[in-house]
């Protein structure tokens, strides 16, 4: 299995970057294009669609939000966060099955 | 609009059987792949299965194999996980999904609100 790996949390002031890393054991690009996307998980709430093929954005996203990286490094950029961020933010890769998740990183306020 | 509507959730007893529903509106379900993701309390999210829009292909993750069923009936619009043999490790909120057919595989464009699911005795 492909194995996301994500720093469990990070501090962040409002108006301010963050940026979230995403780690895979496997390479999960293919033919130029990242099998790598981005959610978003508000308390009590489905998860959202972010960023797809690594730094595509998803509709309705605002354009605070990018992805970058390729391989086996990935980055979720929020600039500048806003309140209304403050969330759990999952990547996941769909490179192979079975289809798997990082770990989350909680965006807390600092 | 699209609208994903998980039910059939509860609580059962180890080594029952329960069967989800998600019910789909908003868009031509039969042009879809759909997938369940579960998320155990308090963790993270989990691929459960993944279904082809003609229900032609199914894969499942290694632990539900044997166990789970994903399946759907396209005259209603509707997708199941039947779930038999049930552990107390399946305990988690089930997430009906959408793949997304005009990117890569695996992507979720759209997500139901869950169905939560307790096993316990």
């Known amino acids: 299995d492909i194995v996301l790996t994500q720093s469990p949390a990070l501090a962040v002031s409002l108006e301010q970057r963050a940026t979230i890393s995403c780690k895979t054991s496997?390479?999960?690009?293919?033919?130029?294009?990242?099998?790598m996307h981005w959610y978003q998980q508000k308390p009590g709430q489905q998860p959202k669609l972010l960023i797809y093929e690594g730094s595509n954005l998803a509709s309705g996203i605002p354009a605070r939000f990018s992805g970058s990286g390729s391989g086996t490094d990935f980055t979720l950029t929020i600039d500048p966060v806003e309140a209304d961020d403050i969330a759990t933010y999952y990547c996941q890769q769909s490179k192979d099955y079975p289809r798997t998740f990082g770990g989350g990183t909680k965006l807390e306020l600092k | 609009e699209v609208q994903l509507v998980e039910s059939g959730g509860g609580l059962v007893q180890p080594g029952r059987s329960m069967k989800l529903s998600c019910a789909a509106s908003g868009f031509t379900f039969n042009n879809y792949d759909m997938a369940w993701v579960c998320q155990a309390p308090k963790k993270g999210l989990e691929w459960v299965a993944t279904?082809?829009?003609?229900?032609?292909?199914?894969y499942y993750r290694d632990s539900v194999k044997g166990r789970f069923t994903i399946s759907r009936d396209n005259a209603k619009s509707t997708l199941y996980l039947q779930m038999d043999s049930l552990r107390s490790e399946d305990t988690a909120t089930y997430y009906c999904?959408?793949?997304?057919?005009?990117?890569?595989?695996?992507?979720?464009?759209?997500w139901g609100q869950g169905a939560s699911v307790t096993v316990s005795s």
């Open positions: 496997q390479n999960v690009d293919n033919y130029g294009i990242s099998y």
């Open positions: 279904i082809s829009y003609d229900g032609s292909s199914t």
């Open positions: 999904a959408r793949h997304d057919p005009y990117t890569v595989e695996g992507v979720m464009d759209a």
